[in-house]
């Protein structure tokens, strides 16, 4: 039966004897006769009086217990996000496989590959590759300087924004500075491609790509000198030496009256800036000046 029909006739007091059993079993009917119940417990006017029904009805509708919907999908979503965030931790963690190393302004670092080879970083520098594709493709990115001693097997690649080395078991230097890209040989033989040239290098051969412009040389080191705290030059613009000066001291130069284009050859030291900054204005006929601790400005005339 309906139960607002039934609700109606037992306010007005008008069940059949049928109506009235089938009204006691239902389940809202000890909350309806609740509401009667206290409401006996009020007066008003000396006299009380039963609800009509629309009255007792709205009244039922404000009193009764809400119902909260079981809301099913949020423990699934719930579930679901942390299943994505799982995977995410896995993916990121776990499965992370590059590996970079970098230095900063007047710092060296040595670090050694999957393979045994060795790659020491010169000033402000950085590698970066893939450990576990190392065993198949032996691949590690440069910016910057690096020398290189590596163990003999596969291929072994050095990919810089300006060219690639190969090699498979050699000594090597390789310099890459803005629009400078140098790489010289010190034990074995080494493929270079750059600037649409590729070059065979043996032990004593120097490959460089300079403002676009190339050209060869020889080397009788065994080593780069700056793995000596020695930074060495041979016609280089001087600007690039300036710029050297910066990386190893960790300080600003301002220069006035200078032609960055003139060629240096020589060599300074990274353990006394003084020294430093001698070894290079007197060949060249400059002078300078320190301002602060980190800021030097070099002259283009003698005062």
């Given at each position: 039966m309906d139960k607002d029909y039934l609700l109606k006739k037992w306010l007005n007091d008008e069940l059949s004897d049928t109506e009235k059993e089938a009204f006691l079993q239902s389940d809202d009917y000890s909350f309806y006769k609740d509401i009667i119940d206290n409401a006996n417990h009020f007066k008003a006017s000396n006299f009380s009086k039963a609800e009509d029904f629309e009255t007792f009805n709205a009244k039922y509708q404000s009193q009764k217990p809400k119902v909260k919907k079981l809301k099913w999908l949020n423990p699934l979503l719930r579930v679901a996000s942390i299943v994505v965030i799982g995977f995410a931790l896995y993916f990121t963690i776990f499965q992370e496989t590059t590996i970079e190393i970098k230095t900063l302004a007047h710092e060296q670092t040595t670090i050694e590959l999957p393979d045994a080879s060795i790659v020491t970083l010169n000033a402000k520098s950085q590698v970066?590759?893939?450990?576990?594709?190392?065993?198949?493709?032996?691949?590690?990115?440069?910016?910057?300087?690096?020398?290189?001693?590596?163990?003999?097997?596969?291929?072994?690649?050095?990919?810089?924004?300006?060219?690639?080395?190969?090699?498979?078991?050699?000594?090597?230097?390789?310099?890459?500075?803005?629009?400078?890209?140098?790489?010289?040989?010190?034990?074995?033989?080494?493929?270079?491609?750059?600037?649409?040239?590729?070059?065979?290098?043996?032990?004593?051969?120097?490959?460089?790509?300079?403002?676009?412009?190339?050209?060869?040389?020889?080397?009788?080191?065994?080593e780069p000198q700056w793995t000596k705290n020695k930074s060495s030059f041979e016609s280089v613009p001087l600007k690039e030496v300036i710029a050297e000066l910066e990386r190893q001291y960790d300080i600003k130069i301002?220069?006035?009256?200078?032609?960055?284009?003139?060629?240096?050859?020589?060599?300074?030291?990274?353990?006394?800036?003084?020294?430093?900054?001698?070894?290079?204005?007197?060949?060249?006929?400059?002078?300078y000046e320190i301002n602060t601790a980190n800021q030097v400005v070099i002259h283009g005339n003698k005062r």
């Open positions: 970066s590759y893939d450990k576990k594709a190392w065993s198949k493709h032996r691949k590690i990115k440069l910016a910057g300087e690096a020398f290189f001693i590596v163990s003999k097997g596969n291929t072994f690649d050095v990919i810089t924004k300006d060219g690639k080395v190969t090699v498979v078991g050699t000594q090597f230097n390789v310099k890459q500075r803005d629009n400078y890209f140098e790489v010289k040989c010190f034990e074995g033989v080494v493929k270079v491609t750059s600037q649409f040239i590729t070059k065979t290098l043996n032990a004593g051969d120097t490959y460089r790509f300079l403002d676009s412009e190339f050209s060869e040389s020889k080397t009788i080191l065994k301002t220069t006035k009256q200078l032609d960055g284009s003139r060629l240096f050859t020589g060599v300074f030291t990274h353990n006394n800036l003084e020294n430093a900054l001698m070894s290079v204005s007197q060949p060249m006929n400059l002078t």
